[in-house]
């Protein structure tokens, strides 16, 4: 028999660690090729990890909740084959760290400075550490991951607090859920603040350089017969992500009426032939992602972040497409250059990446880098609603559902009534960057897409 390692997969350029959040399989159980072994997760999306081959699971090399490097040896395989002495050696030492418990002491000097460059080969962006020098980080007896630097540094947590955090991954090392949880309780003791040489001026600029106080959740109590259920992994992250654009963005939110009935009337025309084609149903949501991508290069303001009292007006059109998942939570996939793509390819694409957002399919680039989201509130039949940005994005575009409705036409014979298919538009903007004349006149070129949809195209 020969050993296959399993190994924690790349799940995106700017993804370097991950979390096994469960084991499917156990020591001595036998899979199949593409069985799932683990669910992991990161920062931006949960995912699975599948086997490549066919074997018996000899080992399991990390426990659920411990956060690794991608790279690192998960799991062993014994799988049909002679062994070698690669697989020999890796199986006394399936990952860096074990290995590193090995290495005896008397030699520390030597196979310790070994061990290091190890870990060191894993990219950090200078931002995580900037706070810290290497040197400091190489005096700690514990490995801190960049995710761990960088919470510390947004946080303000010296080198002498890090150490004091009780870590629970794998050799005593903090993982993310440590740090938050430590943080939880950290803040009742008042941060020490660098003092400075109290001047006039700065006695004047102290009351409008104070940080407001963050709201307190009032208390909450549970009465008999509630149900109590705890947030999971990613609801977490949403509430989080939710609460932190609206404190940070003053959100406005137009409204608007569109007229669909031409786009009504064409997709009912070519539904049934695309299905047969493509195998795929084309929807409305790939023409609003369409209509939004136009307006965004009529109008680059609003496909922008802010960065202080910096305007970055982005280039590229990404454009994310909220997608509710089965289990009631929701993702953002980004449909990237959308303004480069025709309808056929935005279809695709829009098919593609909710099919796979269900099914935890997505990697870790596909719901990062957009500039601009849309949500589609007419899925539930809903008529309209206010939806919250996307940070560090400035706009998010709702669409609404598609109902009949009694509209005023004007024809040459003068006004009359009529049944259309009307829809109404909703956008939440950035008042730091966009003003309420930039947002109307943005929705309005959006309407107006919509509304000279070209009924005689092809798709």
Avoid at 378 to 405: C, D, E, M, R
Wanted: aromatic letters at 6%; charged letters at 30%; hydrophobic letters at 35%.
């Amino acid at each position: 028999m020969a050993k296959f390692e399993i190994v924690m997969p790349k799940m995106g350029e700017s993804v370097i660690e991950a979390t096994i959040t469960k084991w499917l399989v156990k020591e001595g159980d036998s899979v199949e090729e593409d069985d799932s072994l683990a669910e992991i997760a990161t920062d931006k999306v949960d995912s699975e990890i599948p086997s490549p081959v066919e074997g018996t699971v000899s080992k399991l090399n990390y426990s659920e909740g411990d956060t690794l490097a991608v790279g690192e040896i998960i799991a062993l395989l014994d799988v049909e084959g002679e062994d070698d002495s690669d697989t020999d050696s890796t199986e006394e030492a399936p990952a860096a760290e074990p290995a590193k418990e090995k290495q005896p002491k008397s030699e520390a000097g030597k196979e310790e400075k070994a061990a290091t460059p190890e870990k060191a080969e894993v990219p950090v962006s200078e931002t995580d550490i900037s706070q810290y020098s290497n040197k400091d980080f190489d005096s700690l007896e514990g490995f801190y991951s960049p995710l761990v630097r960088s919470i510390a540094k947004k946080e303000n947590i010296s080198l002498e607090e890090l150490e004091s955090v009780k870590g629970s991954g794998k050799e005593g090392r903090v993982t993310k859920k440590d740090i938050l949880s430590y943080l939880e309780t950290r803040g009742e003791a008042p941060k020490e603040q660098p003092k400075a040489k109290e001047t006039k001026e700065t006695a004047e600029a102290a009351p409008q350089a104070a940080a407001p106080a963050k709201a307190q959740a009032p208390k909450v109590q549970s009465w008999e017969g509630d149900k109590i259920v705890e947030m999971d992994r990613m609801r977490k992250m949403i509430a989080d992500h939710m609460v932190t654009s609206k404190q940070i963005s003053p959100h406005v939110t137009m409204y608007i009426d569109v007229d669909m009935t031409n786009i009504v009337n064409w997709r009912n025309k070519v539904k049934d032939e695309f299905q047969k084609r493509e195998g795929v149903k084309i929807t409305f949501t790939p023409i609003f992602l369409e209509a939004a991508a136009k307006a965004l290069k009529d109008f680059p303001r609003v496909n922008a972040s802010v960065d202080g009292y910096n305007m970055i007006e982005r280039k590229r059109v990404n454009i994310g497409m909220a997608t509710a998942l089965p289990d009631g939570n929701l993702i953002v996939p980004v449909i990237k250059d959308a303004d480069q793509k025709n309808l056929l390819g935005m279809a695709k694409s829009v098919n593609d990446l909710a099919q796979r957002a269900r099914n935890k399919k997505l990697e870790a680039d596909e719901v990062s880098g957009g500039t601009f989201s849309l949500t589609n509130f007419g899925s539930f039949n809903n008529l309209t609603g206010a939806p919250i940005i996307n940070q560090p994005q400035v706009a998010i575009l709702g669409v609404g559902a598609i109902q009949k409705k009694p509209a005023v036409l004007e024809t040459e014979h003068g006004d009359v009534i009529a049944i259309r298919h009307m829809m109404v538009l909703s956008m939440a903007f950035d008042h730091r960057i966009v003003d309420g004349a930039l947002g109307g006149q943005f929705l309005d070129k959006v309407r107006y897409y919509l509304e000279n949809f070209d009924t005689s195209r092809s798709i």
